[in-house]
């Protein structure tokens, strides 16, 4: 009798997740693009990757590459994507497996997304300014070792994020009821939130409920798990050494970082520019996040006027 007490409470336990995952699903499905501008779709590998494009083609190229989490999409350049466009011709795709892109479940990997980077760059921009955030900074390095751009503008880039890589937790990430439920909750609103106060916004208050919405239908859209699965277990972060990249790089490079990241810390952005003879500028009041959180500040940096932050190196 306890035995099938226990296997009744067990079977109603994964019908209840199932439930629960369905329910979140359906409560997603309406998810447009959030940056304004003509909605592209770049046919890459079997993915159709959306992109926005916005500006006066005529204008300088310029190429904005969210960074990675569980929740990323090209949303991420909402605040300076209009003010850029006046100025440049913009393009800012969503990664293969995030956003309004495809995400079949394939096994993502660093050198997947630093592939499609450089070809993203080479079949649709020229001689362009690319903008990268995060992670996505080492995979632009890597790009630009291949392909022409003007200058690279890297916003608290790393080449490593989650430590060793491990095959067990990409595997229960990616399971199709239990992995999908652990992702629900990395996803959920209370913890968009405290991702973000812990180290992507020094001000919540700079936080609208547009973009947590947002970022809650795109992380519960179809097959939303499998990138960041590879994500939190390693396999997006790439072999290469940023440093030993960016130094080998004849691209102007500079550094975005934010005075009070903890995460990738200001010395580790010195040790960089220093390693990479890269310019540094130094956001305050600021983490992960300084172009969101000071984008007038951030559009001077990409014009090349950075008279209104500090500016180091």
Not at 193 to 208: E, S
């Amino acid at each position: 009798m306890n035995l099938r007490k226990a296997l009744g409470a067990a079977v109603g336990a994964v019908g209840a997740t199932a439930a629960a995952n369905s329910l979140l699903r359906s409560r997603a499905d309406d998810f447009d693009p959030l940056l304004p501008g003509e909605q592209r779709t770049y046919r890459w590998r079997g993915f159709d990757v959306a992109y926005t494009e916005a500006g006066d083609p005529d204008d300088p190229d310029l190429v904005l590459l969210h960074g990675v989490n569980a929740a990323a999409s090209s949303h991420e350049f909402h605040p300076v994507f209009e003010t850029l466009a006046e100025e440049y011709h913009v393009l800012a795709p969503d990664l293969p497996g995030f956003g309004q892109t495809d995400r079949p479940p394939l096994l993502y990997s660093a050198s997947l997304l630093t592939a499609f980077v450089r070809d993203f760059i080479e079949d649709n921009s020229t001689d362009a300014t690319v903008v990268a955030s995060s992670l996505t900074g080492a995979y632009a390095a890597s790009a630009a070792s291949e392909v022409d751009v003007r200058e690279l503008i890297l916003i608290c880039p790393t080449d490593s994020s989650m430590g060793d890589r491990n095959v067990w937790r990409r595997s229960l990430i990616r399971s199709p009821l239990l992995g999908e439920a652990i992702h629900n909750l990395i996803v959920s609103k209370p913890s968009i939130r405290h991702f973000h106060a812990d180290h992507g916004y020094y001000d919540m208050d700079n936080l609208t409920e547009e973009i947590v919405d947002y970022e809650w239908k795109s992380g519960h859209q179809p097959g939303a798990r499998f990138a960041p699965a590879s994500f939190v277990s390693g396999f997006l972060d790439p072999d290469e050494d940023l440093a030993e990249v960016l130094a080998g790089l004849d691209v102007p490079v500079t550094l975005v970082w934010g005075e009070d990241a903890d995460i990738t810390p200001l010395s580790a952005g010195r040790e960089l520019a220093e390693a990479a003879d890269a310019r540094l500028v130094v956001f305050g009041d600021s983490l992960l996040l300084p172009h969101v959180e000071h984008p007038g500040e951030f559009v001077s940096v990409v014009r090349g006027d950075v008279t209104s932050v500090t500016v180091e190196g």
